[in-house]
């Protein structure tokens, strides 16, 4: 009987502990340090984003405004999945926290999964995507749907690229769908070599590919950490049902390249978060200073 008892408290207090980590997000704090970051874009500083999910915090997302304030970036990246496929009629949580932001920082949206699939849903069903697209851009949030912008300070350059891939890219279970420079060219076009390159890209999977493309700095999401995340183990499972993913969370590096991969802010179908609370990036890039 003690035991059965001392199970149950360590039951309900780890409820609690998940009810609390679900709800309370935390804010990681990155410095990116690349050579190929321009002078003029040197210590800018971005929020990033990703699987938000309609989750709140706080009445009308009080709390989350409050921290991407504290951070005080000189703009948002969004790299998808703000929605849930199956409760789009909440949209209306989306728009009202990026009205918010939109007061104060330039916005750059780009579609994850839940994004493509409302969009395929409303080409045929409904116009709902449509509309919520252009009360975004109405506010004047910068929807990336693959596309790109140009930011321009002095000669110097930055690149802002929202890719937008097919749905059998999110294929669930076995091997990710190759991706092959033809295609991710045919989506985004080449990039500008001038430029400094920021890719928003929901799926982490191809993050090679995205690197030999060109991009200089990734951002996406997806994977929400694992799931459930163990120490020194890393997240558990990823939308996939891949056991131990290569890309859960955080940073991965190759050549001169970043991806900054976050844990997200959202659930859904299985609305839990084990060890794993919901993350908001705040990023400040610098360009490398060479060692005489």
Not at 18 to 44: G, R
Not at 82 to 87: C, E, G, L, P
Not at 190 to 204: D, F, G
Request: overall charge neutral; glycine content about 6%; some cysteine.
């Amino acid at each position: 009987m003690p035991f059965v008892i001392a199970l149950l408290v360590l039951v309900i207090c780890f409820v609690i502990y998940e009810i609390f980590e679900n709800k309370n997000l935390v804010v990681t704090n990155y410095q990116i340090q690349q050579d190929t970051v321009p002078k003029a874009f040197h210590d800018m500083r971005f929020i990033c984003l990703t699987d938000l999910h309609l989750n709140r915090y706080g009445k009308n997302n009080e709390k989350l405004i409050q921290k991407i304030h504290e951070c005080n970036p000189d703009a948002i990246l969004i790299a998808g999945d703000m929605v849930t496929i199956h409760q789009t009629h909440r949209c209306q949580i989306v728009i009202d926290l990026l009205e918010k932001l939109a007061e104060k920082y330039v916005i750059y949206y780009a579609s994850g999964n839940h994004e493509l699939r409302w969009a395929n849903k409303a080409s045929f069903e409904d116009n709902s995507f449509i509309e919520y697209k252009e009360k975004l851009e109405s506010l004047g949030v910068i929807y990336l749907d693959n596309a790109d912008i140009t930011v321009k300070h002095g000669e110097d350059l930055l690149q802002i690229v929202g890719l937008n891939l097919s749905i059998d890219y999110y294929n669930k279970g076995g091997k990710p769908k190759p991706l092959s420079q033809k295609v991710l060219t045919e989506c985004i076009h080449q990039k500008n070599s001038a430029a400094y390159t920021i890719l928003l890209a929901h799926v982490p999977d191809y993050f090679e590919q995205y690197v030999d493309w060109g991009a200089d700095f990734i951002l996406s999401g997806h994977n929400h950490g694992g799931i459930m995340r163990l120490w020194k183990l890393g997240g558990v499972i990823s939308p996939r049902y891949e056991i131990f993913p290569k890309y859960d969370a955080g940073v991965f590096k190759k050549g001169h390249s970043v991806m900054l991969l976050s844990r997200g802010l959202g659930t859904h179908t299985i609305p839990i978060r084990i060890f794993n609370r919901p993350e908001l990036i705040c990023v400040q890039i610098k360009q490398k200073q060479t060692r005489r």
